[in-house]
Nanobody, 123 residues
Framework: QVQLVESGGGLVQAGEPLRLVCAASGRTVTNYRMGWFRQAPGKERKFVAAITWSGNADLADAVKGRFTISRDNAENTVYLQINSLKPEDTAVYYC?????????????????WGQGTQVTVSS
């Protein structure tokens, strides 16, 4: 079993940065691709970013240039740096562990999820 805890969310003004943190415990996630998703009120959960154990990253087109995903395998932690926040970034942000098969863009292919951290961006 893996437990994931996200933190770092909050209420910020447009243009400000945030760094979200996903801390894993219970089992190492070093060998797994990790992903970040977000879900706005009334909307489906959407892919934001993913990173392999070796640091190969992929980002959704909507966030490229503003978001950066990284990881510290020694700390069993994954980060999502968000710059130049926009009101449309408002959502609950979740990290998750990819099961190793199936598209990593699809939330259905992730086995473990955190409880999420709320990001609210005011204009």
């Amino acid at each position: 079993q893996v437990q994931l805890v996200e933190s770092g969310g909050g209420l910020v003004q447009a243009g400000e940065p945030l760094r979200l943190v996903c801390a894993a415990s219970g089992r190492t996630v070093t060998n797994y691709r990790m992903g970040w998703f977000r879900q706005a009120p009334g909307k489906e959960r959407k892919f934001v970013a993913a990173i392999t154990w070796s640091g190969n990253a992929d980002l959704a087109d909507a966030v490229k240039g503003r978001f950066t995903i990284s990881r510290d395998n020694a700390e069993n932690t994954v980060y999502l740096q968000i710059n130049s926040l926009k009101p449309e970034d408002t959502a609950v942000y979740y990290c998750a562990v990819h099961r190793g098969s199936g598209s990593y863009y699809n939330a259905a292919n992730y086995d473990y999820w955190g409880q999420g951290t709320q990001v609210t961006v005011s204009s």
